[in-house]
């Protein structure tokens, strides 16, 4: 079976910090790899994604994830970020259906 | 429409009262999912739909959960019964493609259900 860790469940940063958040995962076989993010009062949304290719996936708002395929890691990063990157994050593995992590909330100082 | 559209927004309800929650996805899609979201949790995967076909509906908690989607479209999740522990965030997802392996799904902004 498919499963999802997030490790960092609040991660606190000041703004044009360095951001990384960690995601493993657990499947033997081929698997398509997503970071959603919820913004507060918002709907969830499709920050990138990951099916094949080069293994550095760049998605919305400077994000980019990079997979590595021997370490079952689909860590998200950012290189400086800001106040309204404040959300919770979750990675997600889709092998059908979506598995999700069990999110990071991300907060921003000003 | 242009996104998925869940409603009520929000929803109170006795225990022991059943409840229904709608979801309208986008024009089109042909899968449609259905999670539960308890808080401080990830969504977990309750139920998925290729048109009106309900093929998997193996995360449904109890035989008090109750899905359809009669004409492909719209779908409705029932939850007959309630107890306290269905409070959580029902969320609704569809995608264009057949259990959107690749191009992931679009959430609707969910269904807050309490229960007291």
């Known amino acids: 079976a498919q499963s999802v860790s997030q490790h960092n469940h609040h991660v606190i940063l000041s703004e044009a910090a360095s951001l990384e958040l960690g995601c493993n995962y657990s499947y033997g076989g081929t698997v398509n790899l997503f970071w959603y993010v919820q913004y507060p009062g918002q709907h969830l949304q499709l920050l990138l994604k990951y099916f094949s290719g080069d293994p550095l996936v760049k998605g919305i708002k400077g994000f980019e994830a990079e997979f590595i395929k021997s370490k079952f890691s689909f860590n998200l990063r950012k290189p400086s970020v800001q106040w309204s990157d404040t959300a919770e994050y979750f990675c997600a593995v889709n092998a059908y259906p979506i598995i999700f992590g069990s999110g990071t909330r991300l907060s921003i100082r000003p | 429409g242009a996104g998925v559209s869940q409603s009520p927004r929000y929803k109170v309800a006795k225990r022991g009262q059943d409840v229904a929650l709608r979801c309208d996805p986008i024009?089109?899609?042909?899968?449609l999912f259905w999670y539960q979201q308890a808080l401080g949790q990830g969504p977990e995967f309750l139920t998925y739909f290729q048109n009106e076909a309900q093929l998997d509906k193996s995360g449904l908690p109890s035989d008090r959960f109750f899905a359809e989607r009669p004409e492909g479209s719209v779908s409705t999740l029932k939850i007959q019964r309630t107890q306290q522990e269905d409070s959580a965030v029902y969320l609704c997802a569809s995608s264009l493609e057949d259990r959107g392996l690749k191009a992931g799904y679009t959430f609707g902004s969910g269904t807050r259900l309490t229960v007291v």
């Open positions: 024009s089109g899609h042909v899968s």
